[in-house]
């Protein structure tokens, strides 16, 4: 009886010492992390269980975990918000981004870039947003949120959304009330007119429902003036993508004459009005960001816009976007503050963007990737608009890793050890 209480005793001490040995799921050990709501930048470990961030904290052992990602000489990030973005691909083939061919499913272009949620600006409207949910939203691993198009169904393209008829405010306030966990915001974007009542039907829905708005300027002749956009029209946090553009049927934010950002410009930051890159195929010249960057005008987001069009094109991803602004001068800190925390307040959504303990384990791993200038090597980072205007950078940033609600989801080198590796046909 002896021997058999003995060995009870024994096992039940093993099984505690091995529950001991397992506290976390995925430590990440060594990397530089940056999580600009906690204000870290410096070496630290990162300890999850589950979905949920337990420690950022120096030396965590990483016997403590079933899984050790090796992030030495890496940067370890909150998971990237790209919050202009186009997902609502389908197979109408007249209808571009709403149920068409130009938009794209989120999975297979965001994590092996480190975004782990995307924000899809507006080819969804209230009519179509069913349709959405059902065909992209509840079947992406990524998380696709919807600022959701003031006309009914979206982007379809063409005349349809010339068509301020079908801007409805009321049904669009209805919707985003209806589905407060995936609609962040309204969208305007396409219209070309000089008639301000497409904005104003925005604002209303987004009045209505509490939520901000996003707006792009199809395009104007004569421009529509953005200072009364700005100080007359929009409220405090709503967003005016594509502000590096520079095209003759929208005004830009710089003049282009005396290379500065105009005056009214920063009183519009000042109320409230956030700028975001939405960087597309034609909607962002370095004339305007170089000169921007330079004079410490920084976005408060970075976005891709990606589509069909731009991923081939100057834009390519989040990462080529975010490395094309640290070839500007702005600094990584700031950098990934835009991609990260500053567009998680910008849609309300404060529990990501950020690796506070207790928080969802959304999380990037990137390597700053450096060119060689040496004398006799031309080893360097070349980055385009679609002006053909070219620069070069010393970095450019590569994603290594990406965990997705505390499972890593793409790991480029094998860096997590063990490797848990899905089947699949």
């Known amino acids: 009886m002896k021997k058999i209480i003995l ?91 709403s149920n068409g061919p130009n938009a794209l499913a989120p999975d297979g272009f965001t994590f092996r870039t480190g975004v782990t949620t995307v924000v899809d600006a507006g080819c969804a409207g209230w009519k179509s947003f069913p349709d959405f949910k059902k065909q992209t939203i509840d079947i992406s691993k990524t998380r696709v949120l919807s600022f959701l198009n003031i006309v ?94 520079q095209l003759s049927s929208r005004e830009p934010i710089l003049d282009v004459k005396t290379g500065k950002i105009k005056p009214f410009v920063y009183d519009a930051r000042k109320k409230g009005i956030l700028f975001d890159v939405g960087y597309g195929g034609i909607s962002f010249a370095f004339s305007q960001a170089i000169p921007a960057v330079k004079s410490g005008f920084y976005p408060n987001t970075i976005s891709t816009d990606i589509h ?59 390597r700053v990737l450096k060119g060689n200038f040496s004398m006799n090597d031309t080893g360097v980072f070349g980055f385009f608009d679609y002006t053909g205007t070219k620069i070069t950078g010393k970095e450019k940033l590569e994603c290594e890793l990406t965990i997705r609600a505390g499972k890593v989801v793409y790991d480029l080198n094998g860096i997590t050890s063990p490797m848990v590796v899905t089947k699949r046909n």
């Not at 990162?46 to 949920?52: F, M, P, R, S, Y």
């Not at 959304?161 to 396409?190: C, F, S, W």
Request: proline share 4%; net charge negative; charged share 20%.
């Open 308 to 366: 069909t069009g731009s991923m081939n094109a100057a834009m390519k991803d989040m990462l080529n976007v975010m490395s094309k602004f640290l070839a500007m001068g702005m600094d990584l800190q700031s950098v990934i503050k835009a991609s990260t925390w500053a567009p998680a307040q910008a849609i309300h959504r404060e529990k990501l963007g950020s690796l506070t303990v207790g928080g969802l384990a959304d999380i990037a791993v990137l």
């Open 152 to 245: 009914g169904e979206g982007m379809r393209g063409g005349t349809y959304e010339q068509n301020i008829a079908d801007m409805d405010p009321v049904n669009t306030a209805r919707v985003a009330k209806e589905n407060p966990d995936y609609i962040v915001g309204v969208k305007l974007a396409h219209y070309n007119g000089h008639d301000w009542t497409p904005t104003d039907k925005a604002v209303e829905a987004g009045k209505l429902a509490n939520i901000p708005v996003m707006i792009d300027f199809g395009g104007s002749t004569p421009v529509l003036s953005i200072e009364e956009l700005f100080m007359q029209h929009l409220r405090p946090g709503d967003i005016f993508t594509h502000c590096f553009g």
């Open 7 to 97: 060995s009870i005793c024994l096992y039940a001490a093993s099984c505690s010492i091995y529950a001991n040995a397992q506290k976390y799921t995925i430590v990440i050990k060594g990397g530089h992390v940056i999580d600009p709501k906690n204000n870290i930048n410096g070496i630290m470990d990162v300890a999850l269980n589950g979905d949920t961030v337990k420690s950022v904290a120096k030396n965590i052992d990483p016997k403590l975990a079933l899984q050790v990602v090796d992030a030495k000489g890496m940067y370890v990030t909150p998971g990237l918000i790209d919050m202009h973005s186009h997902n609502f691909y389908g197979t109408k083939m007249d209808q571009t981004y």
